[in-house]
């Protein structure tokens, strides 16, 4: 899997132009024969590059700061990009967890990273482990608002299960809507990040200390009735549609949610093909509305069960599509999946009415990244 690094650059929406199937499936709940048509499905290689620590926008605040308050990676971060009309943040990603740090009693230190999807937004503070709770967390995040002169988000996104119930709490309490999601990629590589500069560097740094709250992977469960589609196909699109196409996602189509990939510091090639699933279905308006409220976060096709699995939110996973196991499909999906880790984990999930039709309802930039180190 490819590292990423951040890029400055602020978000821009996307969406997506008209493709054709390398492979047309039926229904999603039977079985199918799939024509195969490998030397369309290798794409070229993707290469990314990881921007230096100093490039994140955080560096804007450290200037201000004393060299050695720069490099104390004990000390807390309260920062918001000066450009930036603090009116326009309205969602928050936030992470509130133990690291692989011990305090002066030899107990684990907690810690709440938030950010916004830009990172124009930043902020993390340490707390002792006997103040996990959704009053410690309240606080915090009023805090922030008051600090910064932010208004309170409307949404704040989270993606540790176990935290849950502190997190919904306190975000109720503060009329925010808590969504668990894993569609917190500002948050997940920043965390990547902090982990080789910060918490490596902290004097209470436990090595080969494993997350305290695993993220979890469960088996996957039936798709429900209304997630049904008709028809589905593996597909390609080069890299210069997706990002022309893309760009235009929120005066085009009602649904789907984009990836801004020069924040994420991903770099490819315009003629690379960038895999992805193509669903049609009769009701695809109404398809693509259910799936619009479901944190969409990846398609991964299991080749040991001969299906695809849809993951949403936090931790739902459903068997969205099977087929018959032939050598035939088994070398289709495979190479899908090839196709995916070659790109560094990016595919793209779209809804039609038809698959030879030139148009979507609904579609969604998907990015597969390992979870954080932390």
């Known amino acids: 899997m490819a590292t990423l690094g951040f890029n400055p650059a602020k978000i821009r929406t996307q969406t997506f132009q008209s493709h054709r199937p390398i492979s047309n499936f039926t229904s999603p709940s039977k079985t199918s024969k799939i024509p195969l048509n490998l030397s369309q499905l290798p794409p070229k290689s993707c290469s990314f590059r990881c921007n230096s620590s100093s490039e994140i926008t955080v560096s804007a605040h450290i200037e201000a700061e004393t060299v050695d308050e720069e490099d104390d990676p004990t000390a807390n971060l309260s920062f918001l990009d000066p450009e930036t009309d603090p009116e326009s943040i309205s969602e928050w990603e936030l992470d509130f967890c133990s690291r692989p740090i011990l305090d002066v009693r030899g107990k684990k230190v907690w810690e709440l990273v938030v950010c916004d999807q830009t990172l124009s937004l930043q902020f993390t503070k340490y707390f002792p482990n006997n ?16 600090e910064l002169g932010v208004p309170l988000p409307d949404k704040i996104r989270f993606f540790r299960s176990q935290m849950q119930t502190i997190i919904t709490k306190a975000c109720k309490e503060l009329g925010i809507q808590p969504v668990a999601s894993k569609r917190c990629l500002s948050l997940h590589l920043w965390l990547e990040e902090r982990y080789e500069t910060v918490y490596m560097r902290h004097p209470g740094f436990q090595k080969g200390s494993k997350p305290l709250l695993a993220l979890d992977n469960p088996f996957p469960m039936e798709l429900p009735a209304n997630l049904f589609g008709d028809k589905w196909a593996f597909v390609q699109l080069p ?14 189509y009602v649904f789907g949610a984009s990836i801004d990939l020069d924040l994420l510091g991903i770099e490819i090639d ?35 069960r001969a299906c695809l699995i849809l993951s949403v939110g936090i931790s739902t996973r459903y068997v969205y599509a099977t087929y018959q196991k032939t050598p035939v499909t088994t070398n289709e999906a495979e190479a899908w999946e090839a196709a995916k880790k070659a790109c560094g984990g990016l595919h793209f999930l779209a809804i039609q009415n038809d698959l030879d039709s030139d148009d979507c309802v609904g ?3 998907l990015l597969d990244l390992p979870p954080p180190p932390v």
Not at 274 to 300: F, Q
């Open 239 to 252: 890299f210069s549609v997706i990002q022309q196409e893309v760009s235009s996602l929120e005066t085009k």
């Open 270 to 304: 315009e003629k690379t093909l960038i895999p992805g699933l193509a669903v049609a279905s009769s009701r695809a308006k109404a398809l693509a509305a259910w799936m619009n409220g479901l944190e969409v976060w990846s398609v991964e096709a299991d080749v040991a």
């Open 363 to 365: 579609f969604w930039l």
């Open 131 to 146: 103040a996990i709770n959704s009053i410690t967390l309240k606080e915090a995040i009023v805090s922030i608002s008051d």
